[in-house]
């Protein structure tokens, strides 16, 4: 990726991102959300996760934002103009969280491999492929993708999940049917509470 | 040239914004995003972190795998809590962080 269109991302990410803190209106906040998602996604894409950087936006960009917006308009939040939050709390969030960016900058610059970049450490797809193959360990699709000098990267991420993590795969299915039973039960309206 | 340092940079100031905003902030709608963008950050963590730790030459699926449990984990999470929300606001009839003390004693 050319290091300008990395930079158009971060700063779509990180610009919309400040927005989602600073605006005072909570649907402003809503959308500038969904566009750092979008500039993350595309950070994701960058790095060769694409079957990742697809799910944030499908997930969070689309699923979950629609979900913010429609609570937003269904408890029909006005702006919250005559509260402002205390100084003591804003000037702490500034403290707080440019002393935990600049010791993450600090840390993450003297670690040893940091300053590799993805040129230095190119994917070998033939060599892999080679090696699955001699190995027999991966499926035909997989390799044939890799010989041709493709990262298949969805179906890796599903040979990845389906083989060495079935079982948490379905604990987290359950996770999901949990949570659906849970939201039901709670957006229940009480109608029969004894006073 | 594009680094891991520099992709480990921009999640950890997102992760910092996020923080600043649950902080800051008292619309708990809005903290709730600050969180979801706090999950994010981590998720591009993991993924720069399998991007330049090759195994056999391919990116470590592996933390691809754990990004893809947290963004399942993250919606299911988002849902029930938006659902709490939607809870709370009837009782309080307020979305504010400091209308609701009553764990205060």
Request: proline share 2%; aromatic share 8%; charged share 10%.
């Amino acid at each position: 990726m050319p290091p300008l269109l990395f930079y158009l991302f971060a700063a779509l990410s990180l610009g919309f991102g400040l927005m989602v803190v600073l605006s005072r209106n909570p649907v402003t906040s809503a959308l500038s959300l969904a566009m750092s998602f979008v500039g993350l996604a595309a950070l994701f894409i960058s790095l060769d996760a694409y079957f990742i950087g697809t799910i944030q936006i499908l997930v969070y960009a689309g699923a979950v934002m629609v979900l913010f917006l429609f609570i937003i308009m269904l408890l029909d939040i006005k702006e919250e103009a005559e509260k402002r939050s205390s100084l003591g709390a804003i000037v702490g969030a500034i403290l707080v969280a440019s002393v935990l960016s600049v010791q993450i900058a600090t840390v993450c610059s003297s670690l040893s491999h940091s300053k590799q970049s993805v040129a230095d450490s190119a994917l070998k797809l033939q060599e892999a492929g080679a090696e699955m193959t001699a190995s027999g360990k991966s499926l035909a699709t997989i390799t044939k993708d890799l010989a041709a000098g493709e990262l298949p990267d969805t179906k890796l991420m599903g040979l990845t999940l389906f083989s060495q993590y079935a079982f948490h795969l379905q604990v987290i299915g359950l996770l999901l049917l949990v949570g659906t039973v849970g939201v039901v039960v709670l957006s229940k309206r009480e109608k029969e509470v004894a006073p | 040239m594009i680094t891991l340092n520099h992709y480990l940079i921009v999640s950890g100031i997102l992760f910092a914004l996020g923080f600043a905003g649950v902080i800051a902030r008292r619309n708990i709608i809005i903290i709730y995003m600050c969180l979801e963008m706090m999950l994010s950050a981590a998720n591009l963590t993991l993924v720069a972190f399998s991007r330049f730790n090759l195994v056999d030459g391919l990116p470590d699926y592996t933390a691809q795998a754990l990004v893809f449990f947290t963004i399942t984990v993250a919606a299911a999470e988002v849902a029930v809590g938006l659902a709490i929300i939607v809870a709370l606001f009837r009782s309080k009839q307020s979305v504010d962080v400091e209308a609701v003390t009553k764990l205060q004693g």
